[in-house]
């Protein structure tokens, strides 16, 4: 059984960064699609960003293109968001997850994804 633990959430100025992490346990991290997404109040949740397990490939939502990068370290089994130039917009929770199928390129339906995390809350002001 995959547990993904999310962290690195809270509160920032619009204009400001954050990084997320996600540290994966119970599986074989490496062979994994991985993709965050995230769910603001009183809206379904998101396409945010993915990252594909051998290739290295990597698709962004548009509202987050050149702001947000996804990187994965396989020898720590983790995978990082790194956000900057946030809007309030980007006020969500997100939510890390694992896709154990074998797939070239990484999907961004989250209905591909098999695990999930709990979520960490981001809040932007402005």
């Known amino acids: 059984q995959v547990q993904l633990v999310e962290s690195g959430g809270g509160l920032v100025q619009a204009g400001g960064s954050l990084r997320l992490s996600c540290a994966a346990s119970?599986?074989?991290?490496?062979?994994?699609?991985m993709g965050w997404f995230r769910q603001a109040p009183g809206k379904e949740r998101e396409f945010a960003a993915t990252?594909?397990?051998?290739?290295?490939?990597?698709y962004y939502a548009d509202s987050v293109k050149g702001r947000f990068t996804i990187s994965r370290d396989n020898g720590k089994n983790t995978v990082y968001l790194q956000m900057n130039s946030l809007k309030p917009e980007d006020t969500a929770v997100y939510y890390c997850?694992?896709?154990?199928?074998?797939?070239?390129?990484?999907?961004?339906?989250?209905?591909?994804?098999?695990?999930w995390g709990q979520g960490t809350q981001v809040t932007v002001s402005s």
């Open positions: 990252i594909s397990s051998g290739s290295g490939i990597t």
């Open positions: 997850a694992a896709d154990s199928g074998s797939r070239y390129y990484p999907s961004r339906r989250s209905s591909t994804y098999d695990y």
């Open positions: 119970g599986g074989t991290f490496s062979s994994y699609t």
